[in-house]
Structures are given as C-alpha cells and as structure tokens.
Nanobody, 123 residues
Framework: VQLQAFGGGLVQAGASLRLSCAASGGTFSRSVMGWFRQAPGKEREFVAAISWSGGSTRYADSVKGRFTISRDNAKNTVYLQMNSLKPEDTAVYYC?????????????????WGQGTEVTVSS
C-alpha cells in the first residue's frame, strides 16, 4: 500500500484544516487507517484511527472533540478534519495503514506509512 498525505499548511489558532491521505496499490478497504504526528524534538504520537468499515474510531485525548477521522473506501482516502487548532497541534502528520480488524493506537503495528504533511498553527 502506498500512502500520500496532503492538506497541511500554516494556520492561526482556532482555524480548521482537513488532511487527506490517498492510498493505492493495496486493500485499502480492509485496512485500519491511522493518523500520527511528530512535533519537533518529540516522539511520534498517535492522533486518530479508524476501522476498515468506518464503524470504529479512536482518538488521542488531546484531540478528542476537535478532530474527526473518516474514510471513503470508494475513493481509497482517509481524512482528518481538524477544528479549533492550537499551537500545540503543530507537527508533521503521517497517515498509516495496517491490515487488521481491530483499531490500534500503536505505531509499530502499522505496516505502511505516508510521507507526512506539515501543519503549523500560529498563536
């Protein structure tokens, strides 16, 4: 599976962004999809994940209520709608995929990773 994330940018605090991750070359519709992020000088952290059906989602506490993950299996795309952005959301955001039935928040369990898209939130 090849993943390409895009949609990042520079925004002010309180603004919204929608990240997209397009998948190709694999069984996207049977993959758990996740979003992770890595801020400068910090370790990569889990943001959100969604089951292959879209019926199950998980969120990091830091983004719960502000971010929404969704997917369109017909378009082989997963989205991350980010609202009420804060400066602490500044990071490179990565999408990831794993062929699984259960949503996981553990980065090492994901087999495929996109190249990342940068999000910068100014105060």
């Amino acid at each position: 599976v090849q993943l390409q994330a895009f949609g990042g940018g520079l925004v002010q605090a309180g603004a919204s962004l929608r990240l997209s991750c397009a998948a190709s070359g694999g069984t996207f519709s049977r993959s758990v999809m996740g979003w992770f992020r890595q801020a400068p000088g910090k370790e990569r952290e889990f943001v959100a994940a969604i089951s292959w059906s879209g019926g199950s989602t998980r969120y990091a506490d830091s983004v719960k209520g502000r971010f929404t993950i969704s997917r369109d299996n017909a378009k082989n795309t997963v989205y991350l709608q980010m609202n009420s952005l804060k400066p602490e959301d500044t990071a490179v955001y990565y999408c990831a995929a794993v062929s699984a039935n259960i949503v996981t928040t553990i980065a090492s369990r994901y087999n495929y990773w996109g190249q990342g898209t940068e999000v910068t939130v100014s105060s």
